[in-house]
């Protein structure tokens, strides 16, 4: 895995586990009682955005780690998931 390869694991992971994280301890406007003019009651109070971020941080290094490790180490390869075989045999001939 190439470090754009990784960046790009990291993005997704980053994500994945941010839409896990945003939802959780969500006070709405609705219950609070204070419905700011012009948006929903459904709409967050008070987002608490970069608290949000440094958790899906720490918790996506710590999963990309893993990943990372799974992928570098080679127990798992592209070649595990072709059920089909549809990909040819590698030539270790030299």
């Not at 994280?21 to 709405?28: A, E, I, Q, S, Y």
């Not at 780690?65 to 072709?82: E, H, K, M």
Request: cysteine-free; charged content about 15%.
């Amino acid at each position: 895995m190439g470090p754009v390869s990784a960046l790009v694991l990291f993005a997704v992971v980053w994500f994945m586990i941010l839409f896990i994280v945003l939802p959780l301890n969500l006070r709405t406007q609705g219950d609070d009682g204070e419905i700011v003019p012009g948006t929903h009651a459904s709409a967050p109070s008070n987002p608490q955005l970069g608290r949000k971020a440094r958790i899906v941080t720490i918790w996506a290094l710590f999963v990309w780690a893993i990943l990372a490790g799974i992928i570098w180490s080679g127990a798992i390869t592209v070649r595990d998931f072709d059920w089909f075989n549809r990909m040819s045999t590698p030539d270790v001939s030299g």
